[in-house]
Every structure is written in C-alpha cells, then in structure tokens.
C-alpha cells in the first residue's frame, strides 16, 4: 500500500507542477504581450453601434486592436478629427514619412490599378501616428463598403484602429513605384 501512496502522490505532484508552469507560461507570454501597450488607449467614436465593438490582441502581427461600425456619411468628418483629436492628446504624431497613411480619401482605380484620392465613396482613408520615441505605431482604417443588401450601406462606416510595435514600410517599397 505504502507503493501505490508514494507513487499516487508522485503523480500528483507532476500534475501539479505541469498546472503551476503552464499558469506561468501563460502569465509572462501571452499577458505580457498584451500588456506592452497598455499605455495606448484606442479609443472609439462615441457614436460607434455598441453591438459591433470587437477588441482584443492579435498575436499573428503583435497589436492591439478596436474595430466597429459607425452611421455616418461619407466623408466622416467627425470620425477623422476624433482621431486626430485622440492622438494629439496622447503626444503622437502623423506619420506618412514611408508612403503610407494621411493621404485623405482614396478610392481603388481598377483602371490603374492605384488608390486614388476621391471625393465620393465608396472610399477608404489610412491614418497613421507614432509615438515620440517611435516604439508604436496607430494605424486607422476608415472604409465604406458597397453592400447591395443593405440599402444604407452609404451611411455604414467600418472603423478599424491598431497600435502595433512601430514599423516603417520604406524598405518594401525602394525602386518601386508606390501603389
């Protein structure tokens, strides 16, 4: 009896250390990830459907990230200001110095195979900021979708913004022309 006692509690105490390692894997992996930018709040318009919200931590490209939807109509100013607004607030600053972000309103030419500055929708706009150490990087993505089932699809913008840890796209795009 004394054989199987030692070897039961043996076999518990695996499992238990398994249990507390695998607790901490998880604490100083995944949660400290998360955690690196807990200092950037992204914050939503007010006016966002409450029931669209989703927001969380993609772990395939390292940010974090908000993503809804807003009725507003094209160009949604408010939105674009809202964000500006935002991220003045929090000392970071436009960045467009690798091509990409704060161009205004594009639209795809399927012609030329380019987005092209536009006054009309459907549209997106691409906004970017970085921090004054250039650690994080905010990507904003403003886009109207054409949707044929939904008659207000004019008036549906699809909101997405990510801080991410920074990155510039220059070295993607040397000796090609910028699409």
Known sequence: MKMKRGVLYTFCGIVLA????????????????????RGVPLPIYPKADIHS?????????????????????FPAIEVVEFYNDSFDRLKFTKYSEDG????????????????????SFPGRFLGSWVDEQKSKRVLLDLTYR????????KERLFVECKVCPFFDLRHIYEGKERK
């Open 146 to 153: 054409y949707d044929a089932r939904n008659p207000q699809w």
């Open 18 to 37: 398994v249990l507390v390692l695998s607790v901490l894997y998880y604490v100083f992996t995944e949660r400290g990830r998360k955690d690196q930018f």
């Open 100 to 119: 990409s972000g704060n161009k205004g309103w594009e639209e795809f030419n399927p012609q030329s195979g380019r987005w092209e500055p536009t006054v």
């Open 53 to 73: 919200i989703r927001q969380g931590f993609d772990n395939s490209i390292g940010c974090k990230y908000v993503s809804y939807k807003v009725s507003i109509r």
